[in-house]
């Protein structure tokens, strides 16, 4: 009792003992504890960097009501969690969860790795308008917190469609307004997608136009570069320029350097970081911790002259036997000297819907499967072949370690997934999607000692926490939401591997979202706390 009242008597200094001692009865009649949840005996990583420190944290409703060295008080449930960490819930700013966040609301492959809050809407593709998509997923009873961007290249789309032509002043005046809406609907800011169909179609100034209207609302700007293999420094030099121009924070999103000829030349963009840096410009990098990258075959093998108009134009163009030939040649220049990583079998298929009996094949596989020898122009027509049948995602090993780990350790680098809410067995996505944050807690903290346990969680917690602007989550302090996850720093480690994906990690023994208990011993429980969460733009809406 005794701390309890040093408690109230500290929140209301002008509570009478009179007053003090009829909460005190109450309490020990059992009826009010104090506290929802004590965690106690933790290692309190509390998100910003700091060394851990010992501690108990008490929860009331959805905040954590005290951190303390102890804590005695009655509460409705206590845990011990003998000296494993308790640090911040993980928020991950990359991912593609609003494919299948409806359909699985309890995102178990993100929930059971510690992540309490998704950000949806990355590399240029979001609903336009976000609004219905943001109703429909707050009525879902979701377990993680959610949140979006708002994608350039939809809202593109929406104005110029396809086409590879610059957009007219009438339009731009448009897709202004597409984006402040976007703004005052809730999203963090602008994403872009400039590899892809139609943002490679945009001018680096058409972006510029749209990233002030975001910048303007407390967005910041995220983008997939036009380029991430043989123009690189020129992506990154557009991506630290759209911020500049636009005058707001600007994201490198899950940075890599993809293809053999190219490896090493993290040295020389994150050299690009940090002069933006140093000149005032706030420029930050996300990144994944695996040497291989995920996305459509078609957009990763075919050139994008080649994808205008969309599926139809392309198959129309796949048909005529000149055009054919030369999106093949581009096949075979992309197969050898970038996503393919030079050989037919560093490329995996993930998922293709019109036969999944072909998830987790390699291309090469796939081509001798059709009676030809794995050459590089033979799997150029596999690719075409596949494009023809539906398309499919696929998983590129084109990226180098050393290239990870320097990006991993920059001081502006947070780690974001870019996977999404899984299907449980569905396909053989990319393992990121159930294995990002262990991962860099297992391989890159615990085993290669890259970072440090603390530096870690910051670039999982309180780094993205500030960069979206969540000023009430993703460090632990008094008063903040009640997100957090336990893990046992010794034992934490992810299973799912590109051979089999389909695999929860081990050593996460409590999830917490919004004060409720959602993985409880490992075990997910049947807590649905998850809200959707807004950027600082809606709060401007009239
Ligand atoms: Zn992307």
Known sequence: MAQSARADM??????????????????????????????????????????????????????????????????????DVRGTVVAPG???????????????????????????????????????????????????????????????????????????????AAEIDQMRSIVRQ?????????????????????ATSEVVELAKVAGALGGIHISHMRDEASRVLDSVRETIEIGERGGLPTQVTHHKVIGKANWGRSADTLRLVDEARARGVDATIDVYPYTASSTNIASALLPAWALEGGGAATLMRLK????????????????????????????????????????????????????????????????LWIVEQGNCTAIFH??????????????????GSDGEVQVFGRGSPHPRSYGTFVRVLARYVR????????????????????????????????GLKADLVVFD?????????????????????????????VVDGGQVTSARPGRVLFGAGRATRQ
């Open 398 to 415: 084109a990226i180098d370690e050393q290239d990870l780990q320097r990006i991993l350790r920059h001081p502006a680098t947070m780690i």
């Open 182 to 202: 976007g703004m005052q609907e809730g999203a963090f800011g602008l994403s872009t997608g400039l590899f892809y169909v139609p943002g490679t179609f945009t």
């Open 90 to 168: 993980f928020i991950d700013l990359h991912t593609h969860a609003l494919r299948d966040i409806v359909d699985v609301p309890t995102a178990d492959n993100y929930i059971r790795q510690g992540v309490t809050t998704l950000i949806g809407g990355p590399d240029g593709t979001s609903p336009v308008p976000l609004r219905p998509a943001l109703d429909r997923i707050g009525s879902a009873r979701i377990v993680p917190n959610f949140g979006t961007f708002i994608g350039q290249g939809s809202v593109r789309e929406a104005v110029v469609g396809l086409a590879n032509r610059p957009a007219t």
């Open 489 to 517: 720093p010794a034992a934490v480690r992810d299973l799912a591997t590109f051979e089999r994906p389909h695999q929860y990690p081990e050593g996460v023994s409590y999830v917490v979202v919004n004060g409720q208990v």
């Open 320 to 383: 005529d036997p000149a055009a054919r030939a030369t999106v093949k040649a581009e096949t075979v220049r992309l197969l050898r000297d970038e996503r393919g990583g030079g050989d037919p079998q560093n490329v995996q298929l993930a998922r293709c819907d019109w036969d999944m009996s072909l998830a987790g094949m390699r291309l090469g596989d796939v081509t001798r499967g059709r009676d030809a020898a794995p050459s590089l122009e033979n799997a150029a027509e596999t690719v």
């Open 10 to 79: 500290h929140l209301r200094p002008a509570l009478t003992a009179l007053a003090m001692a009829a909460i005190a009865a109450t309490i020990s009649f059992g009826q009010v504890p104090p506290y929802d949840l004590v965690i106690r005996n933790g290692r309190i990583v509390d998100g910003t960097g700091s060394p851990w420190y010992r501690g108990d944290l008490a929860i009331r409703g959805d905040r954590i009501a005290r951190i303390a060295a102890r804590i005695d008080d009655p509460a409705a449930r206590t845990i």
């Open 447 to 478: 085993e290669l000692k890259v970072l440090t346990l603390e530096a870690a969680v910051r670039k999982m917690s309180a780094f993205p926490a500030q960069r979206v602007g969540l000023a009430d989550r993703g460090v632990l302090r008094e």
